[in-house]
């Protein structure tokens, strides 16, 4: 069962990286949400109900609705183009996001033992990396915030692996700070939209020595 | 305290938010200051005691918190005269007050902090606020600033975070608990040596964001030059002083296990680097700001170098940290007053400032020798502390670097800063009969933190050196 949501998340991240559109992109990232609720369902043990809120809270209200609502207002508001316009051709991004898959695979394998085995890990490991590949390879400032939004969802699932109970203060710190900074990065992004015409970071090139 | 600290900021915060007037807000500004020296003191009396559960007050907490008190003040002090020689919007305002005075109160929680994950989410706020302060102009580049701040930054604190689940992980399979910095050192030899070699990679990348160290330095320059001079102060020094502590705290747990000397190294490759950079950067900056901040870059990777050669060396860092603190701010405090009587933050446009103000071209002239670390600088007993300590651990190499290094970044420093001061152009003086005159009293604080410099350095008080022998005890 869970095999099938960690499959369907890395099918995410492929779809991610070859989305032409911008709408493709967020319903991705939608979906992943979703499946991060799906994910930490099965896996919770007890539940407690306080958890519970926040889990909901945390990935299905914000990660699957709230966000992705945000992220389809900015595109809107700022006639943004709705193409993705990637640097590199899909592809190559493709066939890069394959090597890291394959990569982090191969390496877990190799490196037998502990946490190298959990899939989990595994799974974090290649959302993280596949966000990082993702920000430095697309040219719109929403992508960017696209992309920091999948890396997120990779630290979370890094989360799932440790296991370790955060203290409560913790979580609602978590919480705090993908809401804020997603919301932040947006209101920024509107900002940029409404100053420079385009909206792409080839614009944001003045501030240098 | 530090709970009742943490509601009456954001009582403070609150309100300064809704009610706009300027009296109101004056007189809320005043006493938060006071909040924060009682905070301050409180925390200093009740050293190592365990509050709220999630905070406890270290000696290098306590050395941090007072010089953020110290330069708190100044900076609210400063940005009465920066707001009240702007006009800008009630709303404009309200929101500058309310972001200043939360990145103080989250960087003192950050500081206080015994617990990984919520000194992180304190880091988090810093970042936040920070954005919004650098914002505050409204210009095209300043919300680039803080745009590449924000994103960088967030990154950054995304590290750390993988950084912390790793520790995580280190603790999980020899059963040490939970990720309390105390109970993280105590048990540091217990530690799985893998994980707390990627937690500390993680951790230390994540924390060069708002330490200005080398891979992720970049975000602190721009955040230092847009933002509003007084912020800019507390930007390069008591923000900075975070990042310090982050890679501080991570690097006292590293050194008592194995990978001690791996670490080491880490710290040595980036400061030096850092050291590269700014003495390269400095030599093409093209305004002020820009050459301070990176000169922050460069003592910051000084302090670096202390901090892995530790015992004579982390005294030397530590007590480098703090004169470092005020003087840059005295510097950043001064170039407001800059800007208002040149009119452009360019260097190319600056000159004869000494006859428009002296008694600001004073403290320019005083800190220029006081951040080169020419006697009588107190910082000149600091890196002369750095420097023997790299001479007692046989890193010769480096001290010739380092040295080298310097000598550039010195040289730089003095021709802009005395450029500024004396540099004469008869076209533009002729056509700025119309002087801005700034208020000697104006550059009184900034002559008393320059004065605490030289006091602090040769003649430190008993009490800060205790706090720093306590605070270097855990090198071993």
């Not at chain 1, 499959?7 to 709408?23: D, S, W």
């Not at chain 2, 910095?181 to 040596?193: K, T």
């Not at chain 2, 994980?195 to 964001?209: H, M, V």
């Not at chain 2, 600088?377 to 023997?388: A, H, K, V």
């Amino acid at each position: 069962m869970i095999n099938i949501f960690l499959i369907l998340f890395i099918v995410t991240l492929f779809v991610c990286a070859t989305a032409i559109r911008l709408k493709t992109f967020i319903k991705a990232i939608a979906f992943q949400g979703l499946l991060l609720f799906c994910i930490f369902f099965v896996r919770l043990n007890e539940i407690n109900p306080v958890n519970l809120v926040l889990l909901l809270l945390e990935t299905l209200v914000f990660k699957a609705i709230v966000i992705p609502y945000f992220l389809h207002y900015l595109i809107k508001k700022n006639r943004i183009n709705r193409e993705s316009e990637p640097y590199i051709s899909n592809f190559a991004s493709l066939f890069i996001i394959t090597s890291i898959v394959m990569t982090t695979f191969y390496l877990a394998n190799t490196l037998k033992g502990g946490v190298f085995g959990n899939i989990y890990f595994v799974i974090s490991m290649i959302t993280i990396f596949t966000g990082l590949f993702l920000m430095i390879s697309r040219r719109k400032i929403i992508t960017h915030v696209m992309s920091f939004i999948i890396m997120e969802n990779g630290v979370v699932i890094l989360s799932l692996t440790v296991g370790i109970e955060m203290p409560m203060l913790v979580n609602l710190g978590i919480l705090l700070d993908i809401f804020v900074t997603v919301l932040v990065l947006g209101i920024f992004a509107n900002k940029i939209g409404d100053m420079f015409r385009e909206a792409e970071v080839d614009q944001l090139n003045r501030l240098r020595d | 305290m530090i709970g009742i600290y943490l509601i009456l900021s954001l009582l403070i915060i609150l309100s300064i938010f809704t009610f706009r007037q300027r009296k109101i807000i004056y007189s809320l500004v005043i006493s938060f200051i006071i909040l924060q020296w009682a905070l301050t003191i409180y925390e200093y009396i009740n050293l190592n005691i365990i509050q709220f559960y999630y905070f406890m007050p270290d000696a290098i907490g306590i050395i941090l918190l007072f010089v953020l008190s110290v330069l708190a003040s100044t900076s609210l002090l400063y940005s009465f005269i920066y707001i009240g020689h702007r006009q800008d919007t009630p709303q404009a305002e309200s929101i500058y007050w309310s972001a200043l005075i939360l990145l103080i109160s989250a960087i003192s929680c950050a500081y206080l902090a015994n617990h990984a994950a919520i000194a992180w989410i304190f880091v988090e706020i810093t970042t936040l606020s920070a954005s919004v302060l650098i914002y505050h102009r409204r210009t095209e580049r300043s919300l680039e600033g803080s745009w590449k701040y924000l994103f960088i930054c967030s990154v950054s604190v995304a590290l750390i975070f993988i950084g912390i689940l790793f520790l995580g992980l280190a603790t999980q399979q020899s059963k040490v608990g939970d990720l309390f910095y105390s109970n993280l050192f105590n048990n540091a030899g217990r530690l799985d040596e893998f994980w707390l070699k990627a937690a500390f990679l993680f951790i230390f990348t994540g924390y060069t964001a708002k330490a200005g160290l080398v891979p992720m330095y970049t975000a602190g320059i721009d955040a230092k030059d847009k933002a509003p001079s007084p912020a800019s102060a507390i930007f390069s020094s008591a923000l900075m002083n975070v990042g310090f502590l982050g890679i501080y705290r991570i690097y006292s747990i590293a050194a008592k296990t194995n990978i001690h000397q791996w670490s080491k190294i880490v710290l040595i490759v980036s400061a030096l680097l850092s050291l590269f950079i700014a003495a390269a950067y400095m030599l093409r900056v093209r305004s002020f700001k820009r050459m301070f901040a990176y000169s922050s870059v460069e003592h910051m990777g000084l302090m670096t170098i202390g901090l892995s050669m530790g015992g004579a060396g982390l005294f030397g860092s530590i007590l480098h940290l703090i004169l470092h603190s005020f003087t840059k701010a005295g510097l950043f405090y001064q170039y407001g007053s800059v800007f208002r009587v040149i009119k452009s933050k360019f260097i190319n446009d600056a000159g004869g400032y000494f006859e428009k103000n002296t008694s600001g071209a004073l403290v320019l002239l005083l800190g220029f020798f006081m951040i080169t670390a020419i006697p009588p600088s107190g910082m000149f007993i600091s890196e002369f502390y750095i420097f023997r300590s790299m001479f007692e651990n046989g890193y010769f190499w480096l001290l010739i670097i380092t040295a080298v290094l310097l000598t550039f970044i010195i040289r730089t420093f003095g021709e802009i800063i005395f450029k500024l001061l004396f540099h004469r152009d008869e076209n533009r003086s002729l056509e700025e009969k119309q002087n801005t005159r700034i208020s000697i009293w104006e550059s009184v604080p900034q002559y008393g933190l320059l004065a605490a410099v030289v006091y602090i350095g040769y003649n430190p008080p008993d009490i800060l050196v205790t706090l720093i022998n306590a605070a270097i005890k855990n090198f071993g």
